[in-house]
DNA sequence: CTCTATCTACTAGCGTTGTAGTAGATGATA
DNA sequence: TATCATCTACTACAACGCTAGTAGATAGAG
């Protein structure tokens, strides 16, 4: 299945995927841009609409969840930009992500020792 | 700079970087999907207003070639995907692309030999 | 020189995205 | 109870994306 979500409802799902679950006003209160309440709202109806997220109602008003995870967008996106810009080769893509200019050191770290612990794991 | 391709702009710049350069006609052959002389004609001069791509005559043909380095659009599209999808977390990410597409050993290996040149040369 | 294939330029229509306003319901407050 | 704040539903509308058609230029075939 080929999820793909526009710029502003990734930053919506994003909100989603980090609190659980959140109603219009949540949402809209942890969103880096500063958009009117309906804009919100119409945003997550139509991603209900599209069956990645589902609501339940809580006094008035409705609590959104997602129902798509992170991992399985993740997997979709990652396999996209696997194909298309890395001519379907994921230490390419590796390769980049590693030699990304705005990471930083301490982000760098880690991937080495996620690395040494991968590669560890296989070595028996 | 912030790259953002629709999908099918992303299927010709693909054509494109794979080929170095193409006309009309040689990009719509190598698209997986069948579609009209003129629809490929549109993307790519739309492609080329956005200034991600540029052409030079070739008889009567244009020829497009890529302005847009591969590797600044999967710099683009990653930072997006760790951004929104993995919370920031590129070794998230990384652990998602190991565990779903099975990198040798060699692979990693030179993925952790590229992540301490990389390291070694910040220090300074 | 005429016909045909091929190429670009321009135009178009329909669906989606992004943003938000207005109307009407309802819970809270004075 | 009258008013205010907040919530959803519905509507709007411009911009963009995706697809392709028509018109007109031109190179090559005969």
Chains 1, 2 share one sequence.
Not at 15 to 43: C, G, I, M
Not at 74 to 98: H, N
Request: aromatic residues 4%; glycine residues 4%.
């Amino acid at each position: 299945m080929h999820i793909n979500f526009t710029d502003r409802e990734l930053d919506v799902m994003s909100v989603l995927w980090n609190a659980q679950s959140a109603t219009v006003a949540e949402v809209r209160e942890r969103l880096a841009d500063d958009l009117a309440y309906t804009t919100v709202l119409t945003v997550l109806r139509t991603l209900e609409q599209k069956g990645h997220v589902a609501h339940t109602g809580e006094g008035r008003a409705h609590r959104y969840r997602p129902l798509v995870k992170r991992a399985a967008a993740g997997r979709s996106a990652l396999r996209r930009i696997v194909d298309k810009v890395f001519d379907g080769s994921p230490e390419l893509l590796m390769t980049q992500l590693v030699s990304d200019k705005n990471l930083t050191d301490e982000e760098l770290r880690r991937l080495r020792k996620l690395l040494a612990e991968r590669l560890r794991e296989r070595k028996p």
